[in-house]
């Protein structure tokens, strides 16, 4: 059967994109950013993933203020990088696993989540600069990606239990697959920042280490925790981390963490980084 062998946690910063496009990884403001993922990038080569669920969310790229769904399952067999106002970033297309894609969303169906299904869809930072970080530059990724898009954009917007309870959904979908495969699940967005408003610039890092701590050892109080806290403590675009609940959620009650990098500032948000293996 399918299995999911380890969780991921990353920032999406857009500026970390344009800095690997650019050619400017080694600029004294960006080298110590790809310097903290080295370890990731090598222990994902050596796990050899078939197939990322990568939990991220689209910044008005695919999903206009019209039509805005709480999650979006992309079921293609692949996503081409969005245009975002200066044309799409110059990354390989992301290939996806159509099948084991569909089994998720009939499975999370039945388990009673709604789930807005994508035949067609581009993928913006929030998913490519990730895959930038952890899989480098190459002519194609290694690995094949199912885009799992979370509102945190428009109000409503899921609270991290539900974020959470969709991770163990997932989880028991890949589980009752019948196909061989090593499966990751990547959580990403944040960690602390703010865009606009009288907290332009806002970064908490006692949060965040506390966040990144309560992820292995207490979730429970991240999954209760309410928008008004995120938004309180994180800044308006630090409501992201829950998606990283979605991440947790799939990965059982107790887990392993290998690996946690956290970096600030990266353009004027915090940067984090976190390994997870399941211990069950």
Request: glycine fraction near 8%.
């Amino acid at each position: 059967m399918a299995r999911i062998t380890a969780g991921i946690g990353s920032s999406h910063v857009p500026a970390i994109g344009a800095a690997v496009d650019g050619g400017r990884m080694a600029h004294p403001d960006w080298a110590p950013i790809f310097a903290g993922y080295e370890w990731t990038r090598n222990w994902v080569a050596e796990q050899k993933p078939d197939v990322i669920i990568l939990v991220y969310n689209d910044h008005a790229s695919t999903f206009s203020l019209d039509v805005v769904p709480t999650f979006a399952l992309g079921c293609a067999d692949s996503f081409a990088p969005a245009d975002e106002g200066w044309g799409p970033r110059r990354v390989p297309v992301v290939h996806g696993h159509s099948k084991l894609a569909w089994h998720i969303a009939t499975c999370v169906v039945l388990d009673e989540f709604d789930i807005t299904i994508m035949n067609e869809m581009n993928v913006d930072h929030g998913l490519t600069v990730p895959l930038s970080l952890v899989l480098g530059q190459p002519s194609e990724w290694p690995v094949k990606v199912i885009p799992l898009a979370v509102n945190v954009i428009q109000y409503p917007t899921p609270t991290a239990n539900r974020c959470f309870r969709l991770g163990e959904a997932i989880a028991r979908a890949v589980k009752s697959y019948p196909e061989d495969l090593n499966v990751q699940v990547w959580g990403t967005g944040g960690m602390s920042h703010q865009l606009s408003g009288e907290r332009a610039g806002l970064i908490n890092r006692e949060l965040d280490t506390r966040f990144l701590d309560r992820l292995t050892a207490d979730p429970d109080t991240l999954r209760t925790m309410s928008h008004e806290e995120y938004v309180r403590e994180a800044g308006s675009e630090g409501m992201e981390l829950i998606m990283w609940l979605t991440m947790r959620g799939a990965l059982g009650p107790r887990i392993r963490e290998l690996y946690r990098f956290y970096h600030v500032p990266a353009s004027n948000t915090a940067v984090g980084n976190v390994v997870f293996t399941p211990e069950d």
